[in-house]
DNA sequence: GACAAGATTAGCT
DNA sequence: GCTAATCTTGTCT
């Protein structure tokens, strides 16, 4: 399969476009094996900085945090819930601290490999519908955390064929500070995306 | 050092 | 729809 990387003044502007932006562009992982896995983003959730509440760099630099205030299209991986990992990618110029979360893909390529990966997965549907699925199928840890995408291990693509698609919008999920902000974007109508009632607020 | 919270998931009712 | 599992991180002492 062929590839359009994305360069990383894509990431570097105003993290509400880039969350939007992201959506239906292409995620690709390169393997231990020189194989890819890739897949179509279908459900994003921005982190706007040190204003809010919600977001990991609220108010403070942490050693956890630290990551976020990186230059945009720098890695952030997190762990959490005792079991799982959720992937970032940093926006904005450095020093700002926001970040867009990838939710949900759809697979394109080595589905047969993140089936490996997702033992638990028992539909096509769900094998990366959710932040911390997605890790699992992409084989994504703490190894990847401050990163750059334009190192390639983990990198995204312009799809070679565009297509069009509604953008839906809703709040966060899972969060209890800020929770009012509808920063959350998904492809509307999409069969990857998370289940969730917050999907009928538009 | 101790302690509580957390950007989730799977499994059960 | 509800909840246990599980441990890192941040905050306070």
Redesign the pocket.
């Known amino acids: 399969m062929r590839y359009l990387p994305i360069q990383d003044d894509f990431f570097k502007r105003n993290t509400l476009k880039v969350a939007k932006d992201l959506l239906g562009k292409i995620i690709v992982r390169k393997t231990d094996k020189n194989t890819y896995i890739s897949a179509k983003i279908v459900e994003v959730?921005a982190?706007m900085g040190d204003h809010d509440p919600?977001?990991?760099?609220y108010?403070?630099v942490?050693?956890?945090?630290?990551t976020?205030y990186e230059d945009g299209g720098t890695i952030?991986v997190?762990?959490?819930?005792?079991?799982?990992y959720?992937f970032?990618i940093v926006t904005e110029k450095k020093g700002i601290g926001s970040?867009?979360?990838i939710?949900a893909v759809e697979p394109i390529e080595g589905i047969e490999i993140m089936k490996e990966f997702?033992?638990?997965?028992?539909t096509l549907f769900?094998l990366t519908?959710?932040?911390?699925?997605?890790?699992?199928a992409f084989d994504i840890d703490?190894r990847f955390n401050g990163k750059k995408l334009s190192e390639k291990e983990i990198f995204i693509s312009y799809p070679i064929k565009k297509e069009k698609f509604e953008i839906s919008t809703s709040k966060?999920?899972?969060?209890?500070?800020g929770e009012h902000f509808l920063y959350r974007f998904f492809i509307k109508d999409n069969l990857y995306v998370?289940k969730h009632?917050y999907n009928f607020i538009y």
């Not at 942490?62 to 630290?66: D, L, N, P």
């Not at 997702?118 to 028992?122: D, E, H, I, L, V």
């Open positions: 959730e982190y919600a977001c990991h760099a108010q403070k942490t050693s956890r945090s630290g976020l952030y997190y762990f959490i819930y005792g079991n799982y959720c970032n970040a867009v979360l939710r997702r033992q638990k997965s028992k769900d519908n959710g932040p911390s699925k997605f890790c699992l703490k966060r999920i899972g969060i209890k500070k998370t009632k």
